[in-house]
Structure formats: structure tokens, C-alpha cells
């Protein structure tokens, strides 16, 4: 097919590129002021070539209710492989990705969510006992330890607060990973040098401490019982699904990695956006508090999902075509990688005429179309634990507002987004002022 890509901005692919890492919602709101809502951005590793940027929820639906066989998610995000392994079910595509999806699925279910929540209520409140009050907390790394802790204990069924504790930081060495590592994957030989060498011991250690986990576990007597993830998936091939093979000790790993990682900063930035919009807006705030009162856990969802709308966690999904096809009334040839651009969605004004202002009711009113809300992303591929981050992310608003008046620390009123790799956090940790409630 020969194809002319829809126009985008025309500085060289490097500039795009770093332009993309660093400034990822400035480059892409210029492009689609100046592009309109499909445009191209041409890029150079470790991103695809062309990519071509869409934001209409009628281009979102069509990407997204497309063929998983002609759209690979996986292989469009294969700078992972090396953190999370060849069997990530965020890394495979068809059969395998289908067999991960199915096996993991009913620990994500509804049901599965309800038995959670008294332990991630335990967790919230051992570590809101623990923050300072009367002075500002930094909200991004208060959350971020919380909700490592909680996918810890309630995913990975971790008991011993000694590995707990080991594996924390290393995981966190991950997340902030320096960009260059990645330059390691491509010339193997710096391997030996510096922050590569580095970054293969944190990797080694982490894998270390998962397969004695995994070891450990596999012995116990009372896994049938359990109902955390790992658990859940070491009776695979026994029990209820006899048919199915059990996951390997490599298939394990693959898989906990991801979840660890892919499941706490996402859902720590969403809640530390929340915590400092709620600060900002002291009438939305008493209502929030009211509802913490009432065991309202449907406004306190819609405060979080309207700080997930208002500031992207992660700015968009990615589909490469494993053939050519048309998309958006596009010819679009094979290998091309088709993005739902979540950032731009979030702020279409045909979608949000008041995109700018913070406002939960919206989630309540009925005001928000299908596909123009995707922070999990959609169809086949839409995040496995997006009813988990929901519940997650309630408990604790819930708890925090019970306890704490929020507001925003003095010389502080504004807050911006920083690109972290992989997600969009605030750029200062979103720092709030905590005073106790006079009942607390
Ligand atoms: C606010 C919190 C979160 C956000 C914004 C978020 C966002 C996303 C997005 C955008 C995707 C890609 C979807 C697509 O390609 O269509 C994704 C995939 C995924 N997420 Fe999340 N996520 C969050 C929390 C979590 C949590 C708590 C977990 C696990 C406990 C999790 C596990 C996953 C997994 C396993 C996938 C891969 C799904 C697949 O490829 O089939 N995420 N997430």
C-alpha cells in the first residue's frame, strides 16, 4: 500500500521524539491545534516509526472494537519485554495474551473486588496513621507507597513485611527508571557499565525475591483457601479448571511484574491529582466529605474519575496493524501504530464544552458520552484492573476524608504535569496541607 500519512508536525524525527518523552501533552495539544483530530507523529526508537494520533469516539470505536489479530497492543509496547518479560499479558498478543487475559480475569472480577476491600481499608488506615498532620505531605509519594503496599498484600498475597520491604524500593527504581537504561536493551554490551549494570542487579534481585515467593507459596497447604492473585493462579490445572496447563515459574513472574508495576503509580497519580483538586475546590470538597460520611462511595468514584479525566494518567493506547487496513476512513499500511489518544479526548470541547473545569457531577448526570471517557483504555485490551483502581482508589478518599481537611499549602495553588516515563504524574508531588477533622 502506499500510503500518504495524515500531515503532523515536520520537525525531525529526533526532536519528535524527545519531544514526546519530555512534553508529551504540549506536543501532542499543538499538534492537534494546528493537525486537527488525526494527525502523524514520525518517531524514532524506542517508539514506532508513524504513528497516527486519533481522538474522536467514533475513530476510538472503531480502533478499539477492531480485530485483535489485525491490532497487536502488545507488540506495540516491546520496550517492556525487558522489566516485564515475554509472557506479560500486556506484552503478548492473540492466543497468549487471550490465555493471560482468561486466567487472570476472575481475580479482577467484580466479586473478587468486594473481598478485597476490608484489606485494602486495613492497609489505608495503618498508613494514614502514619502521616504527619499539620504539614504538607507530598501526596504522590504518600499514595505511591500506599497503593505499592496495598497490590502487595492484596494482589500478591506478600504476608512477610520483611520481603515486602526489600522488594518495595527495587520496584520503585523501576518506575523512576533513567531513560538511557533503555539504550542497554539496544547495545547489550554496556551491560557491564554504570547504571546498567545497575539496573540488571535491581532486575536479578527482583527476581530473586518473586521466585522464593513463588517457591514458598506453591508448598502451602491453604492456597485453595486464599484469594490473592499469585494464589489464585498457582491452582491453575488443579481444582476448578483441571483442563487448563499451569502457568510456569517464568509465566508467574512475567505476570506479577506487571501487575505490580503497571498497578500502583497509575493509580497513585489519579489519587494524588484527586487530593489536590479537591484541595483547590472547597465546596466539591464538602460534598466529598459528606459522602466519606454517608458511605457515598458513588461520588467519591466520580471525584476520582473526573481528576482521571481532567489529569491524564497515562496519555494514550497504542494498536500496531499487523496488516494493512482502513481506519477513519484512512489507508493506513501494515506496521503503522494507531493511537487512542486519551489526552486529547479528555479535553475535546465537542465532548467537554467545559473541559477545563473540575467537576465530579458530570459522572453522575448522565453528561459523559461513550468513548470520550477512556483513562483504562478499551475493547479487548481495556485495563485489567480498572474496577480494582476504582475500588482502591474509594477506600481511600474515604478514609482521608473522613480524617482530614485538605488544602493547599501557601505559595502553592497550582499544580502541572510532568511525563514519568510511562505515566503523567504532578510535576511537585501535589502537595497538600492536612488538619484533622474536629471529630478525629
Ligand atoms: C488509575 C489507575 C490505572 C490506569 C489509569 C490504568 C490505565 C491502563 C491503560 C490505559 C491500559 C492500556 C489499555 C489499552 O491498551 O486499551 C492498561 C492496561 C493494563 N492495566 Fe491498568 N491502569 C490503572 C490501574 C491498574 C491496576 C490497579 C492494575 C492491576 C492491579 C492494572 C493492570 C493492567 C494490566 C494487566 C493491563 C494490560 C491489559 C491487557 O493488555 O490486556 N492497571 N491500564
New binding site residues.
Given amino acids: 500500500m502506499t500510503t500518504a500519512y495524515p500531515p503532523g508536525p515536520r520537525l525531525p524525527r529526533p526532536i519528535q521524539t524527545l519531544m514526546y518523552a519530555k512534553w508529551r501533552g504540549a506536543l501532542l495539544t499543538a499538534a492537534a491545534k494546528r493537525y486537527g483530530d488525526v494527525f502523524t507523529l514520525h518517531l524514532v526508537e524506542p517508539y514506532a516509526d508513524n504513528v497516527v494520533v486519533f481522538s474522536r469516539p467514533e475513530h476510538i470505536r472503531e480502533i478499539f472494537a477492531g480485530d485483535p489479530a489485525d491490532l497487536h497492543?502488545g507488540e506495540g509496547n516491546r520496550l517492556l519485554v525487558y522489566i516485564m518479560g515475554e509472557h506479560s499479558?500486556?506484552l503478548t498478543d492473540e492466543a497468549e495474551?487471550a490465555r493471560a487475559?482468561r486466567l487472570l480475569m476472575p481475580a479482577f472480577a467484580g466479586s473478587s473486588l468486594r473481598g478485597y476491600r476490608t484489606l485494602v481499608e486495613a492497609i489505608t488506615k495503618s498508613h494514614i496513621d502514619r502521616w504527619a498532620t499539620g504539614s504538607t505531605v507530598n501526596t504522590l509519594d504518600r499514595m505511591n507507597d500506599l497503593t505499592l503496599d496495598i497490590?502487595m498484600q492484596v494482589?500478591f498475597g506478600m504476608t512477610d513485611e520483611r520481603r515486602r520491604g526489600d522488594l518495595a524500593p527495587r520496584l520503585r527504581r523501576i518506575v523512576n527508571i533513567n531513560p538511557i537504561i533503555f539504550l542497554g536493551w539496544k547495545y547489550p554490551r554496556l551491560a557491564k557499565y554504570g547504571p546498567w549494570k545497575r539496573f540488571d542487579a535491581n532486575q536479578a534481585a527482583i527476581n530473586d525475591l518473586l521466585y522464593n515467593e513463588i517457591a514458598e507459596r506453591r508448598a502451602r497447604p491453604d492456597l485453595d483457601q486464599r484469594a490473592d492473585v499469585l494464589s489464585r493462579l498457582l491452582a491453575v490445572g488443579s481444582g476448578e479448571n483441571p483442563s487448563d496447563t499451569p502457568l510456569s515459574d517464568e509465566e508467574l513472574r512475567d505476570q506479577l511484574v506487571?501487575?505490580l508495576l503497571?498497578?500502583h503509580e497509575?493509580?497513585a497519580s489519579?489519587l494524588s491529582w484527586a487530593c489536590h483538586e479537591l484541595a483547590a475546590h472547597p465546596d466539591i470538597q464538602a460534598t466529598a466529605r459528606k459522602a466519606a460520611h454517608d458511605g457515598d462511595d458513588k461520588y467519591l468514584e466520580a471525584v476520582l474519575k473526573e481528576a482521571?479525566r481532567r489529569h491524564t494518567?497515562?496519555a494514550a493506547?497504542g494498536r500496531k496493524l499487523t496488516r494493512d487496513m482502513t481506519i477513519g476512513g484512512l489507508d493506513l499500511p501494515r506496521g503503522t501504530v494507531v493511537s487512542t489518544s486519551?489526552l486529547l479526548a479528555h479535553s475535546r470541547l465537542d465532548s467537554y464544552p467545559d473541559e477545563a473545569t473540575f467537576r465530579p457531577d458530570r459522572f453522575l448526570d448522565g453528561s459523559v458520552s461513550p468513548n470520550t471517557w477512556l483513562?483504562?483504555?478499551?475493547?479487548v485490551?481495556?485495563?485489567?484492573?480498572?474496577g480494582?483502581?476504582l475500588m482502591e482508589g474509594t477506600a481511600v478518599l474515604k478514609e482521608l476524608l473522613t480524617r482530614h481537611t485538605l488544602s493547599l499549602p501557601t505559595g502553592n495553588p497550582t499544580e502541572r504535569a510532568r511525563t514519568r516515563n510511562i505515566t503523567h504524574v504532578p510535576a511537585h508531588g501535589a502537595p497538600i496541607l492536612l488538619t484533622p477533622n474536629p471529630s478525629h
Fill in positions: 497492543a499479558v500486556l495474551h487475559r497490590i494482589v506487571t501487575l503497571a498497578g497509575t493509580t489519579a482521571m494518567v497515562i493506547t486519551i483513562p483504562f483504555g478499551g475493547g485490551r481495556r485495563c485489567l484492573g480498572a480494582f483502581s
